[in-house]
């Protein structure tokens, strides 16, 4: 063989994929060129990233992983350019390893992604929290109950210097395509305080002096410049907030 259709092997050899007589021509091969030890190690390095990777995560499902990798063995190869032609038997072959190892590395990687994105907001949460916490253990914070006068849905905020949470919510379970929207009166008109998740607790308000009242709203998915349903629960707020 010549030193490039070696050379194409040698993703196939990292995955232990070759017949005795393919990876003995590779180990001599290997033995002479440096070259090819370095692909080589870079190779395996993708494939020891690949199984740490599945095996540190508790989060990641490998039953699923690894039948979406197999789904993917399936699908054809891209076509070539006709200016890029397989060398060698083993090339066609080469194509799909390659392309589990891509594959997989793919979903790791977004899987990973995930996971640090929920750990960010889990994060988010205790800093949230640790900081109702503080503002509760103040005595000089104020306490605002937003309640509703037909039914039992309710929401607390604890304010002090300007700055407040929302806490221990009891309001309808929203559908998908809704979500939570704060509002206040300020000066005579409704203002847009921001749009909360469908489970709003421990979530930072900045409030300004001259807001009188809090509203919350359930508004379509990513909120609404203006309430367009009715108000779900209502406060007033202590004066010069």
């Not at 410049?225 to 779900?232: N, Q, W």
């Given at each position: 063989m010549t030193h490039n259709e070696l050379e194409e092997l040698l993703g196939v050899y990292a995955l232990d994929a070759l017949d005795d007589d393919e990876r003995q021509l590779?180990?001599?091969?290997?033995?002479?060129?440096?070259?090819?030890?370095?692909?080589?190690?870079?190779?395996?390095?993708?494939?020891?990233?690949?199984?740490?990777?599945?095996?540190?995560s508790p989060a990641v499902a490998p039953d699923e992983l690894w039948d979406r990798i197999s789904a993917s063995l399936l699908d054809e190869p891209p076509a070539l350019s006709p200016l890029v032609r397989p060398r060698g038997r083993r090339s066609l072959a080469l194509l799909v390893p390659l392309g589990a190892v891509a594959a997989a590395l793919i979903l790791v990687v977004g899987l990973l992604a995930a996971k640090v994105v929920n750990l960010?907001?889990?994060?988010?949460?205790?800093?949230?929290?640790?900081?109702?916490a503080k503002i509760l253990s103040n005595p000089s914070h104020q306490t605002v109950q937003l309640t509703s006068a037909t039914t039992s849905w309710h929401a607390t905020v604890v304010l002090l210097d300007g700055q407040g949470y929302l806490i221990n919510p009891s309001m309808p379970a929203?559908?998908?395509?809704?979500?939570?929207?704060?509002?206040?009166?300020?000066?005579?008109?409704?203002?847009?305080?921001?749009?909360?998740?469908?489970?709003?607790?421990?979530?930072?308000?900045?409030l300004e002096p001259h807001m009188t009242v809090l509203m919350i709203t359930a508004e379509p998915l990513g909120g609404t410049?203006?309430?367009?349903?009715?108000?779900?629960v209502r406060g007033n707020l202590p004066v010069g907030v």
């Open positions: 590779v180990d001599e091969h290997l033995a002479s060129c440096p070259r090819c030890r370095a692909e080589l190690a870079a190779h395996r390095e993708v494939a020891a990233l690949l199984g740490n990777a599945v095996g540190e960010d907001h889990q994060v988010t949460s205790l800093n949230q929290q640790a900081s109702v929203l559908s998908r395509s809704q979500t939570f929207q704060l509002w206040a009166l300020s000066r005579n008109k409704i203002v847009s305080l921001g749009v909360l998740s469908s489970n709003p607790s421990a979530v930072a308000i900045q410049p203006v309430p367009t349903t009715p108000v779900l």
